[in-house]
């Protein structure tokens, strides 16, 4: 698997398959080789703190941790099933309220068993990252060494 189309198509794949990804109506916005850009939009009964608008950490932490599976999934070296081993966000400001979240994941590194990730999120603002991650998944790639 070499081309963007199928690198998109493994990623809505992958996407489609989990419920919660359904719920939160993500979508594949890019997959590349160890890349993948997701999305979600805000949406009122995602909101964290009804006073503010601001969407719940939990919506964003499922989008980062889905961007990172995904982009392990589109890695060169691509696994043909993977799991979250080790995700730590930090969150660095509110998302603006009413805008669309965007997670870029980037898988740097992959042993025999495990793949690095990092990855941000933002908001349409441009006002810096919302969020960003580091995460390690883990591998298997049946019966393929």
Known sequence: MTDAADRNRLALQFISALPHCRALSMRVDEAADGMAVLSMPWAEELVGDPRTGVIHGGAISALMDTSGGAAVLCHPEAAVSTATMDLRIDYMRAATPRERITARAHCHHVTRSVA??????????????????????????????
């Open 116 to 145: 690095f990730v990092r990855a941000e999120a933002f908001d349409e603002s441009g006002d810096g990252p919302v969020a960003v991650a580091n995460g390690a998944f883990t591998i298997d790639r049946g019966d393929r060494t």
